[in-house]
Protein backbone atom coordinates (compact mmCIF):
# COMPACT_ATOMS: atom_id res chain seq x y z
CA UNK A 1 0.00 0.00 0.00
CA UNK A 2 1.00 3.74 0.15
CA UNK A 3 3.17 5.29 2.68
CA UNK A 4 5.26 7.97 3.20
CA UNK A 5 8.75 8.33 5.34
CA UNK A 6 9.87 11.11 7.06
CA UNK A 7 12.75 11.77 8.21
CA UNK A 8 12.59 11.48 12.40
CA UNK A 9 12.90 14.64 14.90
CA UNK A 10 13.16 16.96 16.48
CA UNK A 11 14.90 19.25 14.20
CA UNK A 12 16.21 21.98 16.20
CA UNK A 13 17.59 24.71 14.27
CA UNK A 14 18.53 28.88 15.15
CA UNK A 15 16.30 31.63 13.86
CA UNK A 16 17.35 32.39 10.49
CA UNK A 17 18.85 28.97 9.47
CA UNK A 18 17.86 26.78 6.43
CA UNK A 19 15.47 24.50 6.97
CA UNK A 20 15.35 20.83 4.89
CA UNK A 21 12.82 18.25 6.22
CA UNK A 22 13.04 14.93 4.05
CA UNK A 23 9.92 12.92 3.11
CA UNK A 24 9.84 9.93 0.33
CA UNK A 25 6.59 8.33 -0.58
CA UNK A 26 5.86 5.20 -1.94
CA UNK A 27 2.42 4.57 -4.02
CA UNK A 28 1.05 3.03 -7.01
CA UNK A 29 0.27 5.59 -9.78
CA UNK A 30 0.20 9.53 -9.62
CA UNK A 31 -0.91 11.00 -6.05
CA UNK A 32 -1.21 14.49 -5.17
CA UNK A 33 1.85 15.47 -1.90
CA UNK A 34 1.25 17.79 0.70
CA UNK A 35 2.53 19.39 3.62
CA UNK A 36 0.89 20.16 6.52
CA UNK A 37 1.45 21.95 9.54
CA UNK A 38 0.53 21.29 13.31
CA UNK A 39 0.88 24.33 16.01
CA UNK A 40 1.22 22.81 19.85
CA UNK A 41 -2.63 21.54 20.61
CA UNK A 42 -4.10 22.10 17.22
CA UNK A 43 -5.31 20.82 14.06
CA UNK A 44 -3.71 20.46 10.99
CA UNK A 45 -3.70 23.36 8.59
CA UNK A 46 -2.34 23.08 4.52
CA UNK A 47 1.25 24.47 3.78
CA UNK A 48 1.47 23.84 0.30
CA UNK A 49 0.43 21.31 -2.46
CA UNK A 50 1.80 19.78 -5.63
CA UNK A 51 -0.46 17.25 -7.95
CA UNK A 52 1.95 16.26 -10.26
CA UNK A 53 5.85 15.74 -11.22
CA UNK A 54 8.18 18.50 -10.83
CA UNK A 55 5.23 21.08 -9.19
CA UNK A 56 6.74 23.37 -6.86
CA UNK A 57 4.29 24.42 -4.14
CA UNK A 58 5.33 27.22 -1.99
CA UNK A 59 3.41 29.26 0.84
CA UNK A 60 4.87 31.40 3.43
CA UNK A 61 8.55 31.20 2.38
CA UNK A 62 8.00 26.86 2.58
CA UNK A 63 8.75 25.27 -1.01
CA UNK A 64 8.71 21.75 -2.26
CA UNK A 65 9.43 20.10 -5.41
CA UNK A 66 7.50 16.93 -5.96
CA UNK A 67 10.27 14.92 -7.94
CA UNK A 68 9.12 11.77 -9.63
CA UNK A 69 12.56 10.26 -10.35
CA UNK A 70 13.17 9.98 -6.60
CA UNK A 71 9.37 10.19 -5.38
CA UNK A 72 10.29 12.44 -2.54
CA UNK A 73 8.50 15.98 -1.77
CA UNK A 74 11.68 18.02 0.45
CA UNK A 75 10.30 20.69 2.52
CA UNK A 76 12.82 23.64 2.20
CA UNK A 77 12.36 26.95 3.91
CA UNK A 78 15.52 29.83 3.73
CA UNK A 79 15.24 31.09 6.83
CA UNK A 80 13.30 30.09 9.47
CA UNK A 81 11.37 31.97 12.47
CA UNK A 82 10.97 30.55 15.99
CA UNK A 83 6.65 31.19 14.97
CA UNK A 84 7.66 27.99 12.48
CA UNK A 85 8.12 25.88 15.67
CA UNK A 86 5.57 23.08 14.93
CA UNK A 87 5.32 19.84 14.01
CA UNK A 88 5.42 19.31 9.76
CA UNK A 89 3.84 15.85 8.13
CA UNK A 90 3.96 15.11 4.61
CA UNK A 91 0.96 13.50 3.06
CA UNK A 92 -0.17 11.99 -0.30
CA UNK A 93 -3.80 11.51 -1.68
CA UNK A 94 -5.14 8.36 -3.62
CA UNK A 95 -8.80 7.53 -4.73
CA UNK A 96 -10.95 6.00 -2.13
CA UNK A 97 -13.83 3.58 -3.28
CA UNK A 98 -16.85 5.56 -3.09
CA UNK A 99 -15.28 8.85 -4.29
CA UNK A 100 -13.20 9.88 -1.82
CA UNK A 101 -9.69 10.84 -1.48
CA UNK A 102 -7.01 9.54 1.92
CA UNK A 103 -4.37 11.11 3.19
CA UNK A 104 -1.73 8.78 4.16
CA UNK A 105 0.46 10.50 6.37
CA UNK A 106 3.94 10.18 7.52
CA UNK A 107 4.91 10.19 11.53
CA UNK A 108 5.66 14.10 11.57
CA UNK A 109 9.12 16.14 11.82
CA UNK A 110 9.15 18.27 15.26
CA UNK A 111 10.96 21.26 14.46
CA UNK A 112 11.90 23.81 17.02
CA UNK A 113 13.47 27.07 16.10
CA UNK A 114 15.51 29.00 18.97
CA UNK A 115 16.57 32.29 18.91
CA UNK B 1 -15.66 31.00 3.58
CA UNK B 2 -15.49 27.41 5.15
CA UNK B 3 -15.12 26.63 8.56
CA UNK B 4 -15.08 23.34 10.70
CA UNK B 5 -15.90 22.59 14.29
CA UNK B 6 -15.63 19.68 16.78
CA UNK B 7 -16.51 19.54 20.05
CA UNK B 8 -15.66 18.56 22.84
CA UNK B 9 -12.27 20.22 22.91
CA UNK B 10 -11.03 17.84 25.38
CA UNK B 11 -12.43 15.08 26.95
CA UNK B 12 -11.68 12.64 29.58
CA UNK B 13 -13.86 9.61 30.11
CA UNK B 14 -13.56 6.12 32.08
CA UNK B 15 -13.15 2.66 30.61
CA UNK B 16 -16.51 1.25 29.77
CA UNK B 17 -18.28 4.49 29.56
CA UNK B 18 -19.64 5.61 26.23
CA UNK B 19 -18.66 8.32 23.36
CA UNK B 20 -19.99 11.13 20.99
CA UNK B 21 -17.68 13.35 19.46
CA UNK B 22 -19.13 16.12 16.66
CA UNK B 23 -18.08 17.57 13.98
CA UNK B 24 -19.84 20.13 11.28
CA UNK B 25 -18.49 22.37 8.55
CA UNK B 26 -20.21 25.69 7.30
CA UNK B 27 -19.56 27.50 3.98
CA UNK B 28 -19.94 24.39 1.76
CA UNK B 29 -22.29 21.88 0.62
CA UNK B 30 -21.92 17.65 -0.15
CA UNK B 31 -18.61 17.49 1.39
CA UNK B 32 -16.56 14.84 1.69
CA UNK B 33 -16.07 14.07 5.85
CA UNK B 34 -13.25 12.51 7.27
CA UNK B 35 -12.40 11.39 11.10
CA UNK B 36 -8.75 10.81 11.69
CA UNK B 37 -6.66 9.41 14.65
CA UNK B 38 -3.52 10.80 16.01
CA UNK B 39 -1.66 8.32 18.59
CA UNK B 40 0.72 9.72 20.64
CA UNK B 41 3.86 10.48 19.10
CA UNK B 42 2.73 8.94 15.79
CA UNK B 43 1.10 9.91 12.52
CA UNK B 44 -2.65 10.18 11.89
CA UNK B 45 -5.01 7.42 10.29
CA UNK B 46 -7.99 7.50 8.80
CA UNK B 47 -10.65 5.93 10.54
CA UNK B 48 -13.73 6.48 9.01
CA UNK B 49 -14.92 8.53 5.74
CA UNK B 50 -18.05 9.60 4.34
CA UNK B 51 -18.85 10.58 0.72
CA UNK B 52 -22.75 11.50 1.57
CA UNK B 53 -25.17 11.53 4.16
CA UNK B 54 -25.58 7.78 5.72
CA UNK B 55 -22.59 6.71 3.50
CA UNK B 56 -19.90 5.40 6.27
CA UNK B 57 -16.45 3.74 5.08
CA UNK B 58 -14.73 2.11 7.72
CA UNK B 59 -10.85 2.07 7.12
CA UNK B 60 -9.49 -0.22 10.50
CA UNK B 61 -11.69 -2.53 12.56
CA UNK B 62 -12.43 -1.18 15.88
CA UNK B 63 -14.19 -0.36 19.01
CA UNK B 64 -15.74 2.90 17.17
CA UNK B 65 -18.51 3.59 14.46
CA UNK B 66 -19.08 6.79 12.95
CA UNK B 67 -22.92 8.55 11.22
CA UNK B 68 -23.69 11.38 9.29
CA UNK B 69 -27.30 12.38 9.90
CA UNK B 70 -27.01 15.74 7.91
CA UNK B 71 -25.07 17.25 5.16
CA UNK B 72 -22.42 18.61 7.24
CA UNK B 73 -22.76 16.84 10.55
CA UNK B 74 -20.22 13.96 11.12
CA UNK B 75 -19.92 11.94 14.47
CA UNK B 76 -17.95 9.50 15.54
CA UNK B 77 -19.04 6.98 18.69
CA UNK B 78 -18.39 4.25 20.65
CA UNK B 79 -20.66 2.21 23.31
CA UNK B 80 -17.96 1.27 25.44
CA UNK B 81 -14.87 2.79 25.28
CA UNK B 82 -11.22 1.01 25.64
CA UNK B 83 -8.13 2.71 27.27
CA UNK B 84 -6.31 2.09 23.47
CA UNK B 85 -9.12 4.40 22.04
CA UNK B 86 -7.22 7.62 24.15
CA UNK B 87 -5.93 10.39 21.17
CA UNK B 88 -6.46 13.15 19.34
CA UNK B 89 -9.58 12.74 17.14
CA UNK B 90 -9.29 15.15 13.90
CA UNK B 91 -12.40 15.60 11.52
CA UNK B 92 -11.43 16.63 7.99
CA UNK B 93 -13.42 18.03 4.90
CA UNK B 94 -12.58 17.68 1.35
CA UNK B 95 -14.97 18.52 -1.50
CA UNK B 96 -15.72 15.89 -4.38
CA UNK B 97 -12.87 14.03 -6.44
CA UNK B 98 -12.80 14.78 -9.78
CA UNK B 99 -12.91 18.98 -9.28
CA UNK B 100 -8.90 18.63 -9.65
CA UNK B 101 -8.60 19.94 -5.67
CA UNK B 102 -8.29 16.86 -3.54
CA UNK B 103 -6.55 18.68 -0.39
CA UNK B 104 -8.61 17.73 2.86
CA UNK B 105 -9.25 20.50 6.10
CA UNK B 106 -8.87 19.46 9.50
CA UNK B 107 -10.83 20.63 12.38
CA UNK B 108 -9.31 21.68 15.89
CA UNK B 109 -9.35 18.21 16.96
CA UNK B 110 -10.67 16.34 20.94
CA UNK B 111 -8.24 15.61 22.57
CA UNK B 112 -10.10 12.25 24.68
CA UNK B 113 -7.79 10.18 27.22
CA UNK B 114 -9.59 7.35 28.80
CA UNK B 115 -9.04 6.54 32.23
Known amino acids: GDSVTQMEGPVTLSEEAFLTINCTYTATGYPSLFWYVQYPGEGLQLLLK?????DKGSNKGFEATYRKETTSFHLEKGSVQVSDSAVYFCALSDQLTGGGNKLTFGTGTQLKVEL | SQTIHQWPATLVQPVGSPLSLECTVE??????LYWYRQAAGRGLQLLFYSVGIGQISSEVPQNLSASRPQDRQFILSSKKLLLSDSGFYLC??????????????FGPGTRLTVT
Open chain 2, 92 to 105: AWSVKAGTGLNEQY
Open chain 2, 27 to 32: GTSNPN
Open chain 1, 50 to 54: ATKAD
